[in-house]
């Protein structure tokens, strides 16, 4: 043939030759390798046990408006799904790798180290102390967060309305009145008498009402459980 067939593993390599120094590239490569696991390194550390601050300086001008919220935005989003809103060393469950490329490229883009991280998630994925679908953001200031990375399954559908009667006494005040009317016309007629009354009804509405009562009490001072309002950004298991 008159023109020679194209090598593709030479012309990659010519490429690699512009770029690196063919003398010493496998240590070229293995130094970006390193600095990159240091990187890595120091972006788990701050997770898991670095200091709270109040602003990373970021470059407003490179950062998504969408990304942008207010701590009222997230208090609310907490207390109606009944979620928490800590800092990110007491997260237990796994950050993904997804979440470290983008604090790495937020850091090279605004030419900082990033610090403060705090999450939004459920209870059960904390490390609480006595006494899934997380969001990572850092602090900005004057307390707006920037939404980093969001990883896991979405929540169930209707846990905004399962929550909604945890989120104050009154709204368990409901829950019961809700359960006890159930309770109440779930007994079998003529179980207590041959005729049925409205005073037997409000009476075994009652009786239901003080049991449903107490059994919520009970389990509430036992587990150490207390409404949305108390706990969204308590690190406490039984604030």
């Known amino acids: 043939m008159i023109f020679p ?12 030759a512009k770029q690196l120094d063919e003398t010493n590239w496998r240590s070229q490569v293995e130094a970006i390798f390193t600095r990159e696991n ?16 109040e602003k ?14 207010h701590i009222d935005q997230i208090k609310k989003i ?31 883009t605004h030419n900082l180290e990033l610090k403060g991280f705090k999450i939004i998630a459920p209870s059960k994925l904390f490390k609480l102390e006595n006494a899934d679908d997380p ?4 602090p900005m200031g004057n307390d707006y967060y920037y939404l980093i990375h969001k990883w896991g399954e979405d929540l169930h559908p209707f846990r905004k309305l399962m929550m909604w009667f945890f989120k ?18 779930m007994i079998p007629q003529g179980l ?16 239901m009402f003080k049991s449903v009562a107490a059994v919520v009490l009970f389990y509430g ?18 604030a």
């Open 38 to 53: 240091q990187k890595d390194s120091r972006i788990l550390d701050t997770l898991e046990n670095g200091t709270p601050i």
């Open 56 to 69: 990373n300086d970021f470059i407003f001008d490179y950062l998504d408006s969408n990304n942008i919220y």
């Open 168 to 185: 104050s006494f009154e709204n368990l005040i409901v829950l019961t009145f809700l359960v006890s009317v159930l309770l109440t016309f």
């Open 78 to 108: 907490c207390i109606d799904y009944r979620l928490r809103f800590l800092a990110s060393k007491y997260f237990k469950g796994k950050l993904p790798q997804e979440a470290l490329s983008k604090i790495k490229d937020l850091e090279k």
């Open 221 to 238: 001072f036992a587990l150490g459980k207390n409404f949305n309002t108390a706990i969204w950004n308590s690190k406490y298991f039984n």
């Open 5 to 16: 067939k194209t090598n593709i593993e030479q012309k990659l390599a010519n490429v690699r």
């Open 135 to 138: 969001l990572l953001f850092a």
């Open 192 to 207: 207590f008498s041959k005729e049925n009354t409205s005073s037997e009804y409000v009476m075994i509405f009652f009786f």
